[in-house]
């Protein structure tokens, strides 16, 4: 397992867990509630999505295939945006989990903000009509093209990460004569993952400014001084998969300790502050998340704590939930193609997509649940892996499963919670056109994003 890079470290994916391989679950075919979006359920068997049978819309779209639950999606949405309003924070949903031009809409109707980080998630937003001054621009390196666009387009707030990009930004505006909000994207050594952080005074990573280096201070102290930029707050992320706020809690306590010397020093009051995003989500049963509605009292209560105590105002609080918004909505679909036995050992049961569809278990040692979607059965558990069809060992869907002995060719399989950072990072590894984005809700499904065909491949071969 150690090959796996890990975004808290290697010391979270270098033991094996105690339970390993795992036992087979009680019935195999079960769609726990915890990790198949709202109203998954079996009918004959297979499995049926937003009202859509599995085999439906395998026949409709092919496999693979990313089904969005738009009603789970949405209603995640508003159930962040009404957790937060009640204690007056607002919501950006992080874009870069998953982002096309009918996402970007829900999130509107819901009443949501969003976040992109590159000129291309800009353009999908804009291109939806998502109105500008309720986009946040994020990113470590922005090019000049991609903040000339968002202060033409009114971007509402720039996440400003480094002193080239004031340097970019201070130009662009003069230019312009325009004023871009920003707020100052700060490192606080608080890594958080799952239940653990790491609270550290150093900041060896490319994101932000480090408060320990004095760098932040010295940025904010600059656009303090700009003539053509308007600072209103400071960001803090501290990572992704969290199940607990202890993490929150201490790069809250630095933020408002920050805040209260900038006050003492230079007199000003900056009036936002973004905690981040990293939410966790359910990928199997044993993951336990927590629910908006408490992450949100829990943050709001943080921070009037810490700046009550540091004799500041309290800013406006705003929070950037991706992955906890559509990561439980998605399932991937895949055709069983072969099953080989390695006897004695395990059975891998190979699909038509693999690593180009869904990256994160190779990347992240990431787990998931997968489960037979055409048709269920009696036949015993077998112990599987999951793997696509790409040339490279490490193509691992799920790594320790259980199946039912009599999966064959032909057969659909269903991975769950795959709504995030699996079409945002699909690739074309192998040539392997990338997979339609299908929509499921109310018994019907429409095609948000089509299928790629070797036609798109080769259009952009010049020979
Ligand atoms: C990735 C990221 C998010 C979203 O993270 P999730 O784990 O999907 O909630 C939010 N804000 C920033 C700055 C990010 O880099």
Not at 58 to 85: C, I, K, Q
Not at 97 to 104: D, P, Q
């Amino acid at each position: 397992m150690s090959r796996y890079a890990h975004p808290a470290g290697p010391r979270h994916a270098d033991v094996l867990p105690e339970d390993h391989p795992p036992a087979p679950p009680e019935d195999l075919y079960a769609l726990d509630p915890r990790v198949w979006p709202g109203g998954a359920h079996r009918a004959d068997g297979e499995i049926v999505l937003g009202g859509v049978a599995a085999t439906e819309l395998a026949r409709e779209y092919g496999t693979p295939l990313f089904v969005l639950d738009e009603e789970d999606f949405r209603a995640r949405a508003r159930e962040f945006r009404e957790s937060f309003s009640a204690v007056g924070a607002d919501v950006y949903y992080a874009g870069k989990a998953l982002l096309t031009k009918a996402v970007a809409r829900w999130v509107q109707e819901e009443g949501l903000k969003l976040d992109v980080c590159s000129g291309g998630e800009l353009a999908v937003a804009l291109a939806a009509g998502f109105p500008a001054e309720d986009i946040g621009l994020h990113g470590n390196n922005k090019s000049e093209s991609e903040l000339a666009r968002a202060v033409d387009a009114g971007v509402g707030r720039i996440i400003v990460d480094s002193f080239d990009e004031i340097d970019r930004l201070e130009r662009i505006a003069a230019d312009r004569g325009a004023r871009p909000r920003v707020l100052v994207r700060v490192t606080t050594g608080v890594e958080a993952h799952t239940h653990e952080f790491v609270a550290t005074a150093h900041d060896d990573q490319k994101f932000g400014l480090a408060l320990s280096t004095g760098a932040a201070e010295r940025a904010v102290r600059r656009l303090l001084d700009s003539d053509h930029i308007d600072l209103v707050g400071l960001h803090s992320h501290i990572g992704s998969q969290i199940f607990d706020t202890a993490g929150f809690e201490v790069a809250a306590r630095r933020v408002a300790a920050f805040l209260a010397r900038i006050h003492a020093d230079t007199g000003a009051t900056l009036s936002e502050l973004d905690l981040g995003g990293g939410l966790g989500i359910a990928y199997t049963p044993a993951d336990t998340p927590l629910a908006a509605k408490d992450i949100a009292q829990s943050l709001s209560a943080i921070v009037a704590r810490e700046c009550e105590a540091g004799g500041l105002p309290v800013p406006r609080l705003s929070v950037e939930p991706g992955r906890a918004v559509a990561g439980p909505a998605g399932v991937t679909l895949y055709t069983v193609g072969t099953v080989k036995d390695v006897e004695g050992i395990r059975t891998y049961v190979s699909v038509d997509g693999g690593m180009s569809d869904n990256i994160r278990t190779a990347l992240y040692g990431a787990e998931y649940t997968c489960a037979p979607a055409s048709r269920a059965g009696s036949a015993e558990p077998m112990l599987s892996r999951l793997v696509g069809k790409h040339c490279e060992s490490g193509d691992i869907i799920v790594n320790d499963l259980h199946l039912p002995r009599d999966l064959r060719p032909g057969d659909l399989v269903a991975v769950a919670a795959t709504g995030a950072y699996c079409h945002s990072m699909a690739s074309n590894y192998n040539h392997l056109p990338r997979p339609a984005v299908v929509a499921v809700r109310g018994g019907s499904s429409r095609t948000l994003v089509r299928r790629e065909t070797e036609e798109d491949l080769l259009r952009l071969d010049r020979g």
